[in-house]
C-alpha cells in the first residue's frame, strides 16, 4: 500500500536539515553538504511552502531575507538593562580590577577565577526568544530601550531562528553583530571600483547596516554575529543582577563558562578563543598574546572582556549606577601617532570624484613610514575641523590606509591656526566647476576630458587586475597624454614601437640623482609586447577595464559568463541585465547608461577593430566545472613570485577548481605566497593542507 504524503512531517524535517547545516557553515565553518546540495534543500522547501502556505511558519528559513524596506524602528524595552563596562588599558588597571573584585568577595589572597572573551568590535544587540524561537532583534540603544531591528536580524545567517532544545519561556540573549575583515574589504573595493568613497571601518559600517530599512541591502553585506551573554525573564529586573539572571529548571548553568557552552549547544554563534583563567595571572597573559595575535582575527577586535566566572559571585557584587562590579574592559594599545598636518590636497579619481587627503610630517606608524591619510570627504574634513598647520592624532588599526583621528587643541607650542579648510569649486586640473548630488557626500568633476580622469582612468585599464599591462604606468601615461598620443584606451594599442621607444618619461617621484628624464628604449618595445598579449585577455578582464560605474571585478566575470560577448552586454536592456546572477538595478542601470552612450559605443568599436578579445572563455553560468581539481576548492593568500593570483586563479578554475576567498574546513588547500596572513594562520587552526608556491608549481603546473 503506497504511504500518503505529509507534507507537514516533510517541511519540518526539511527546516531542521537546513538549520543544521546553516549552524555547521555560518558559525562552525565546518559544512558537511555541498552548497549545490543545500541549495536543494531549500529550493524544496521554498516550493513546497509555496503549494501549503498554511503550513508557513515565522522561523522557516526561507522567512531570512524580506525584499522590501520597512518604514522605520520601533522603541522596545530590554529585560535587564544592557550595561556599560569600565575600562582597563594597563595591566595595573588590571591587576587593580582584580584587587577589587577579590576584596569584594571577601577572599582576601585567594584567587578568583575569570572568563576572558576577545571584545568584538561591533553593535551591541539583544536577541529574545521564546520557547526556543526567535521573537525579537534589538539594538543597545540607551541600555534600557533599543531599536527593533528583528527584520534586519533575521538576515544574518550565524543567528538561528529557533534553538536547538532551548528551554521554555522568554529570554534575552547578547551579544555583538560585526562585518567580517574579508566583507569590509570587498565592499570598500566595491565602493572604490564605482568611484564613491570607501568606508571608515568595519564597526561603523556594520552599526550602519543594522539601521539600514533594507532588510536585502543588510542580507548582502554579510554580517556575523557572536554571542556572549544570556539574561532569563523571570519578572522584574534587579539592578544588581550577574547579567545571567538564572533560568527556571535546576539544571541551569552556574558558571558563565557553562553559559557560553550552553549558548553554544543551542545553536548560538559563541567566539571560540574564549578562556577560563584561574587567575588574574592567566587574564594578564591572554591580554598579552591577543594584542600581537589579534591581526590574525576575521574579525576586529579591541580588547579583552574579563568577567567573574562563578554567577553568584556576580550577584554579590553587583553594579555600580554604570558598570558591572564584576566585569571589566581590557583595550589594546592603539596604534596611534601625533605628527602636522602640513596641508589638505585633493585627489582626481576616474570617475570623476574629488576627494581630500592629508598631506603629514612623516612620522612612524605600525612598522611604516606615514606621510599621508585618508580624510574621506569634504564632510569629514569639516566636521573634525582639520586645518593646515595643525597637530593631528593619525590611527592605523585594520585598515591598510591611516586615517586622521582629529586635530590636537590647544596647539602644542601655542601657534594661531589658519583658516578652516575649503572645499575647491572647480576641479584642480581642468578648472571645471565640481559638482555634488543631493543624495551624495562626493563632489565630482564632469568633464569627461579631464586629464586627471583619463590619466586615472588609463591606469586602471592597465592595472593587473584589469588588462594587465606591464610598463604602462603613472609616468608613462602622463607622458602619452600630455605629448597627445593617446585620447582614449583604443588609442593604446595604435601606438608604434618606435614612438614608445624614442619617448623620453621623467620618473613620477624621483628617490635619488639617477632617477633622470630619459628615453624608454627597450622598455617601450616591451610595453608594445605587453598591449599586443592584452589583446587577448578574456573579456570579462575588458569589461573591468572600461571603468564602467559600479562594475567591479566579479559584477564583470558575472556578465561575461551570462552575455558570452561584449556585443550581448552593450545591446542588452536593464530587465536583460538583471537576468544575470546577482546583477542588480544599481549594476544594471550603469551598465545600460555606459552601453547607451554614442561615445562609448565608437570606443568599443575601436578596441574590438584594434583587435581586443570581445568574448569569453569563462564556464557558463550553469555548467559544471570539469577537470582533474573538480570539487577541490582553493584559497590564494600572499603575493607569488612566478605569477599573478589572478593568473593563479585563472589557473585552477580552468582545471576545475573553486577558488574561494576565505578559509574553511572546506576548504581542499591554502596556497601561500610571501607575506601570507591571517588566512595562513586559520588554517593551521583548521589542520587544512597548506602550499607554498614550490609545491604549487610542483602540483598544478607541473613545470
Known amino acids: ?47 513546497l511552502e509555496a503549494e501549503y502556505p498554511d503550513l508557513v511558519t515565522p522561523d522557516s528559513p526561507t522567512q531570512r531575507v524580506a525584499g522590501r524596506a520597512v518604514e522605520g524602528f520601533a522603541t522596545v524595552e530590554h529585560l535587564a538593562p544592557m550595561l556599560s563596562l569600565d575600562n ?30 576577545l571584545k568584538i568590535d561591533g553593535l551591541s544587540l539583544a536577541l529574545t526568544y521564546e520557547n526556543g524561537k526567535l521573537l525579537r532583534g534589538a539594538t543597545r540603544g540607551d541600555g534600557t530601550r533599543g531599536e527593533d531591528v528583528t527584520t534586519n536580524v533575521r538576515t544574518i545567517r550565524a543567528i538561528p531562528l529557533s534553538l536547538r532544545n532551548g528551554p521554555a519561556g522568554r529570554l534575552e540573549a547578547r551579544g555583538e553583530v560585526y562585518l567580517p575583515r574579508a566583507n569590509f574589504e570587498r565592499i570598500n573595493r566595491e565602493m572604490e571600483d564605482a568611484g564613491e568613497t570607501p568606508y571608515a571601518n568595519a564597526r561603523n559600517t556594520a552599526a550602519g547596516t543594522m539601521r539600514n530599512l533594507s532588510p536585502a ?113 581590557f583595550k589594546f594599545p592603539a596604534q596611534q601617532a601625533t605628527t602636522t598636518l602640513k596641508a589638505i590636497e585633493v585627489n582626481v579619481g576616474r570617475t570623476g570624484a574629488v576627494t581630500p587627503y592629508a598631506v603629514l610630517e612623516p612620522v612612524k606608524l605600525a612598522g611604516s613610514t606615514i606621510g599621508m591619510a ?39 607650542e601655542g601657534l594661531p591656526r589658519s583658516d578652516p579648510w575649503q572645499m575647491p569649486t572647480t576641479c584642480p586640473e581642468c578648472g571645471s566647476a565640481l559638482h ?42 602622463d607622458q602619452l597624454i600630455e605629448q597627445g598620443l593617446v585620447h582614449d584606451y583604443a588609442d593604446l594599442y595604435h601606438l608604434a614601437a618606435d614612438q614608445l621607444e624614442n619617448l623620453v618619461v621623467a620618473p613620477k617621484e624621483p628617490r635619488s640623482e639617477r632617477a633622470v628624464p630619459r628615453k624608454l628604449g627597450k622598455v617601450g618595445r616591451n610595453v608594445i609586447q605587453e598591449l599586443e598579449r592584452s589583446k587577448s585577455n578574456d573579456l570579462w578582464r575588458l569589461l573591468f577595464a572600461l571603468g564602467i560605474r559600479h562594475v567591479g571585478e566579479k559584477a564583470a566575470a558575472t556578465l561575461a559568463r551570462h552575455f558570452r560577448s561584449m556585443d550581448r552586454v552593450m545591446s542588452a536592456s536593464v530587465e536583460e541585465l538583471q537576468t544575470a546572477l546577482e546583477i542588480g538595478p544599481v549594476v544594471a542601470d550603469s551598465v545600460r547608461a555606459f552601453a547607451s552612450e554614442p561615445v562609448n559605443q565608437q570606443l568599443v568599436e575601436k578596441l574590438s577593430k584594434a583587435g581586443v578579445k570581445m568574448t569569453t ?24 613570485e612566478s605569477m599573478t593570483r589572478e593568473a593563479a586563479t585563472e589557473l585552477l578554475e580552468r582545471l576545475g577548481a573553486k577558488v574561494a576567498g576565505s578559509v574553511s574546513k572546506k576548504t581542499s588547500v591554502v596556497v601561500c605566497g610571501s607575506d601570507a596572513g591571517s588566512k595562513l594562520e586559520k588554517a593551521r587552526q583548521l589542520g587544512v593542507e597548506t602550499w607554498d608556491e614550490q609545491q604549487f608549481r610542483a602540483n598544478i603546473i607541473k613545470d
Not at 582639520?386 to 586615517?403: H, M, S, Y
Not at 590619466?455 to 584589469?466: N, Q, W
Not at 572563455?617 to 607569488?640: N, R, Y
Open 1 to 47: 500500500m503506497t504511504q500518503s504524503f505529509d507534507p507537514h512531517a516533510r517541511l519540518e524535517q526539511l527546516r531542521d536539515a537546513i538549520r543544521h547545516h546553516e549552524e555547521r557553515y555560518y558559525i562552525h565553518d565546518d559544512p558537511e553538504v555541498s552548497d549545490e546540495e543545500f541549495d536543494k534543500l531549500l529550493h524544496e522547501l521554498e516550493r
Open 88 to 117: 582597563a588599558y594597563t595591566e595595573q588597571e588590571l591587576r587593580a580590577f582584580d584587587e577589587r573584585v577579590r576584596r569584594g568577595a571577601g577572599a582576601g589572597d585567594a584567587p578568583v577565577a575569570y572568563v576572558a572573551e
Open 217 to 329: 541591502l543588510v542580507a548582502k553585506r554579510g554580517l556575523g554575529a557572536f554571542i556572549y551573554q544570556l539574561v532569563a525573564d523571570h519578572g522584574p529586573a534587579q539592578a544588581g543582577h550577574s547579567g545571567n539572571q538564572r533560568l527556571a529548571d535546576a539544571g541551569a548553568p552556574r558558571t558563565h563558562s557553562d553559559t557560553l557552552r550552553a549558548l553554544a549547544a543551542w545553536g548560538l554563534p559563541v567566539e571560540r578563543h574564549w578562556r577560563r583563567c584561574e587567575n588574574v595571572d592567566e587574564v594578564a597573559a591572554f591580554c598579552a598574546e591577543w594584542a600581537d595575535k589579534r591581526q590574525t582575527l576575521e574579525f576586529e577586535t579591541d580588547g579583552v572582556v574579563i568577567k567573574v566566572d562563578d554567577l553568584a559571585l556576580r550577584d554579590k557584587l553587583g553594579t555600580t549606577a554604570k558598570f558591572p562590579r564584576w566585569a571589566t574592559a
Open 374 to 412: 585618508t580624510l574621506h570627504n569634504a564632510e569629514d574634513v569639516a566636521r573634525k575641523d582639520l586645518r593646515p598647520g595643525d597637530r593631528v592624532l593619525i590611527e592605523k588599526g585594520g585598515d591598510v590606509i591611516p586615517k586622521v583621528v582629529k586635530a590636537i587643541l590647544p596647539h602644542p
Open 436 to 477: 555634488r548630488d543631493e543624495e551624495e557626500v562626493v563632489w565630482r568633476c564632469e568633464n569627461l576630458s579631464c586629464p586627471a580622469r583619463i590619466r586615472r582612468s588609463m591606469e586602471h585599464f592597465a592595472s593587473r587586475g584589469a588588462m594587465n599591462i606591464e610598463g604602462l604606468g603613472a609616468s608613462l601615461v
Open 617 to 640: 572563455d569563462l564556464s557558463e553560468p550553469t555548467a559544471e566545472p570539469v577537470g582533474p581539481l573538480t570539487g577541490k576548492t582553493f584559497v590564494l593568500t600572499g603575493t607569488l
